[in-house]
Every structure is written in C-alpha cells, then in structure tokens.
C-alpha cells in the first residue's frame, strides 16, 4: 500500500485494492458494489470489519435520509456506505500511528469529532458544531461514520484512534458489536446524568438501548431498576439484565408502581419509548429534582406539562450518541462480565444478506432484537437462542 506517505501495513493482513460495501441509491435502495479500500491519515486506522449489528436509525436513514448527511444534503445516490454499530481487526495504521497494532481486534464509536469547536473542546463531541456542515471535507477533522461519512456495512473502513475500544480475546464479535448500544446508555446515565449507586432508575421502553440501560444502571449500583414496556418477552430479557421489577403497561399502572417502590418517585427515568404517554408519564414518576432522560425520538411533537417540571425542580435532557468516550466504559463493564448484553443480540446473517437481515430489524421478524451481519466466514441465517 502507500508506504511512502507514512501508512503502515502487514504482509499478514494483506489489503485488497477494492471491498465490497453496500451503498445507498434511491430511499429504501440498497445495492453491493466494489468500492476502493479506504487509507487511513493522521490518527487513524483502517479497521477490515468483522461484524455489524443493524441499529434502527440506520433504517431511518435507509429509508428516510435523516439524520445522515453527505456532501451538503441527503445521503442518496452518492455511493454512500450506511452501518455505524461495527467491530473488526485494525488491518493498517495511519502515519504516526502507534497506539494501536496491526491484528488487534477492536469495537468503534460513531463520532470523532472536529476537536475545534466549543463543544468538542469540551468533551461533546457528539454535538460536534461541524457535524454535518464540513461537506465532505474531512479535513476538517469531524467523523460520524454511517452518518456523514462511509460507515460499516462493507469489508474495511478508516477510524479515528479515539474512536476505538479494544475487544478482550474471550468476547465475540457479535458482543463487540453492541459497545455503541450500551456506550449510548452509560453516556446518558453517567456522564449526563451523573448517576450514582443507589439511587433509583425507571426504564421505559425495552428496546436494545432501554434494555442496555438496564444493565448499565444494575452494573452501576442504581436500586431499584424498574423497566415498563408491552412485551413480555423483551420484559424477561430485562430481568435476565438486572431489572428488579417490569411492568408491563397494558396490565398494571407504571406510576403506580414507582412511587410504591421508591416512595416519592424515581431519582432517574430513562425515556426510550418515544410517545407521548411515556414521557407525560415519566413527569409524573419522577422525584422532586430528579431527572428524565430522552433517549427516544418522537415522530411528533408532544404536549407535556412544562409547569409540573418547573414546580418540582426536575431536569431534563437528551442525549446524541455515545460522548465523552462513554464507549470505553461501557466495553470495561462488559470485559468485567458485569452483565451480558449478547441477550438482546438475536440474529446473524452474512454481509451478503444485508437486505434480509434489515427486513428481519425492521419488522421484528421471530422477535428479533439486534441483528449482526458478520463480513467473515460462511454464516447461515441463525436466531440467537436466549436461555
């Protein structure tokens, strides 16, 4: 490869000139090409990816175009790469690069951010003020791949090396996969909401990153965690997770049970249902001082009851992404075997079956969680058997 500008690479992990990857047409058009194989610069490293789990945003980008943003505008028909929850092996190193090793399995975050702005100085960089508005230019030094730049749903892709968390050797690539999910709940449990042990924690909604909050906030000393949602299924995962009490919605009355479990209410309630009932609820179930996260997104705009907010002192804020490197301490809790997050990982299918494997996410065919595409080795279509 290019050894003259400084890349570094390894006759034991030789680099095709071109990958497949899947990109983007028309809304909902998917179709695999052979792209040339990316080159890593200045801090960074080019990761030949392994394993993908599908997120639900990146069906609304698929689908929709929001919130992915290419060279100024909608990501169709530019050859764009989607898929942003991947794992693999660091397979070249840019110039300079030495804080990692040619062959180390790795776990990625979505964002590196430009480093200039306001909000990246602070360590926000999620919230990065050149996200999306460098067009294209990457030297401008902001990176959300599978949003404004190529992302994982092909063979290699470059990382920034702040982007990267190493995979310990007893952990799967399908569990590597689901660092982002579970940094995305820590990010904003801990470094937003400051959240110590034993306080107490409402989840409502068991989706991958409601279901992952859970664990997050067990592993954490949160007491008691209550999950609601209207699946029984989803529910038992939530148990298996660390949950001590679920509450299925349809049967019993959630605020109810929160404040006969913590008297006044809870210190935390983690939004991930995205309605306008959970989060009118989520006013009513919480402390005097306490805090809502949002971690959902609403398709309409909610009416809630700004004065009961301001009346009782409660906080509340959302969250993008998974910032402040929450991803390095979620993969700690994971490698600590602080919880198993492979319970919400469902299904795998073949880099090859990408469509099939979006159509298994996005109707969640055979109650199917988070589906992993491996890039590597013959796959079958499997479901995940949760004990």
Known sequence: MDEAAGVQTSTDMPIPGTMKAWVLGDPGQLRIIEKP?????????LVRIDAVAICATDLEI?????PALIQGG?????????????????????????????GERVTVEIHAGCGQCKRCRQGM??????????????????????????????????????TLSRVPNDMSDEEATLVVTAGTSMYGLTELGGLVAGESVVVTGPGPIGLLAVAVAKALGASPVILSGTRDARLAIGTKL???????????????????????????????????????????????????????FPHEPVLTDIGALVKNNIYIYGIRGEGKSATHRAMALMAAKRFDATHIHTHTFPLADLPMALHYARNR???????????????????????
């Open 125 to 162: 960089y999620t919230s990065c003020h050149n996200y999306g508005l460098n067009y294209g230019n990457v030297d401008k030094g902001h990176r959300a791949n599978g949003f404004t730049t190529d992302g994982g749903f092909a063979e290699y892709a470059v990382n920034n090396i702040n």
């Open 242 to 296: 660390g949950a001590d009490r679920v509450v299925n919605v349809r049967n019993e009355d959630l605020v109810a049970v929160v404040k006969e479990m913590t008297g006044h209410g809870a210190d935390y309630v983690v939004e991930c249902a995205g309605t306008d009932t959970a989060i009118n609820e989520a006013t009513k179930m919480v402390n005097r001082g306490g805090k809502i996260c949002l971690a959902a």
């Open 74 to 102: 909608p990501p169709f028909n530019k050859d764009f790469t989607p898929g942003h929850e991947y794992m693999g092996t660091v397979a070249a190193l840019g110039p300079g690069v030495d804080e990692y090793k040619i």
């Open 365 to 387: 065919i055979d109650d199917a969680i988070k589906v992993v595409v491996k890039t590597r080795g013959v796959v079958t279509q499997t479901k995940k058997e949760v004990a």
């Open 37 to 45: 194989v990316p080159m890593p610069r200045r801090a960074e490293v």
């Open 62 to 66: 698929i689908e929709h175009g929001t």
